[in-house]
């Protein structure tokens, strides 16, 4: 089992940024895809962005294209989430986790191993 451990959240002006990261450890995740969710209150967890290490190829929810960016940094075992223009209703919980495989996908029934969560608020 993987360990995902998120850092970075707070309380930001709309217009801000905030840069998130995800450390994992247990084993190397390397091999597969890696992923970020938010959940708002009384909200679905949704999908926002994730990367594959090789290829490094990236998928983001309409809702953050151009304005997010994810990387990762194979030698340190860590993925960035760089959120830049941010906006109030980006206010959420965000969930770092790992996927059951290389893909990139959308679905949160495709990935298993999640962080505990690190809060972003974003007043107006």
């Known amino acids: 089992q993987v360990q995902l451990v998120e850092s970075g959240g707070g309380l930001v002006q709309a217009g801000g940024s905030l840069r998130l990261s995800c450390a994992a450890s247990g084993r190397t995740v390397s091999s597969y895809a890696m992923g970020w969710f938010r959940q708002a209150p009384r909200k679905e967890r949704e999908f926002v962005t994730a990367?594959?290490?090789?290829?490094?190829?990236?998928r983001y929810a309409d809702s953050v294209k151009g304005r997010f960016t994810i990387s990762a940094d194979a030698a340190k075992n860590t993925v960035y989430l760089q959120m830049n223009n941010l906006k109030p209703e980006d206010t959420a919980v965000y969930y770092c986790?790992?996927?059951?495989?290389?893909?990139?996908?959308?679905?949160?029934?495709?990935?298993?191993?999640w962080g505990q969560g690190t809060q972003v608020t974003v007043s107006s």
């Open positions: 990367i594959s290490w090789s290829g490094g190829r990236t």
């Open positions: 986790a790992k996927a059951r495989g290389q893909l990139v996908t959308i679905s949160k029934y495709d990935y298993d191993d």
